[in-house]
């Protein structure tokens, strides 16, 4: 079955970078656009980055927007999200999805990434 799995979350100082990675199984996904969000306790789902299905076109809310780098491999069904210059603000849970108007909508179960001194 379709499956994301997101991994590379973890504690980090202030100032300091992480890699998510978002391994796609069960389906195309080098037809599928990709986003990731992020969420935080008592607070909605709010988008991070996307990138469309064959990387030609970014998107990045802006406040990420020069600390995050969002891309994908699509030969190894691979999605990524680069994040430099972390701030305690970003301090959540990251969430990858992978949607297709046409045939489907997934979202993997979440990595937490934690930015502290």
């Known amino acids: 079955q379709a499956q994301l799995v997101e991994t590379g979350g973890g504690l980090v100082q202030p100032g300091g970078s992480l890699t998510l990675s978002c391994a796609a199984s069960?389906?195309?996904?080098?037809?599928?656009?990709m986003k990731w969000s992020r969420q935080t306790p008592g607070k909605e789902r709010e988008l991070v980055a996307y990138?469309?299905?064959?990387?030609?076109?970014?998107f990045y809310a802006d406040f990420v927007k020069g600390r995050f780098t969002i891309s994908r491999d699509n030969a190894v069904n691979m999605g990524y999200l680069q994040m430099n210059n972390l701030k305690p603000e970003d301090t959540a849970m990251y969430y990858c999805?992978?949607?297709?108007?046409?045939?489907?909508?997934?979202w993997g179960q979440g990595t937490q990434v934690t930015v502290s001194s």
């Open positions: 999805n992978a949607n297709s108007e046409d045939a489907g909508n997934y």
């Open positions: 990138i469309s299905s064959t990387g030609g076109s970014t």
């Open positions: 069960g389906f195309p996904f080098s037809y599928y656009a």
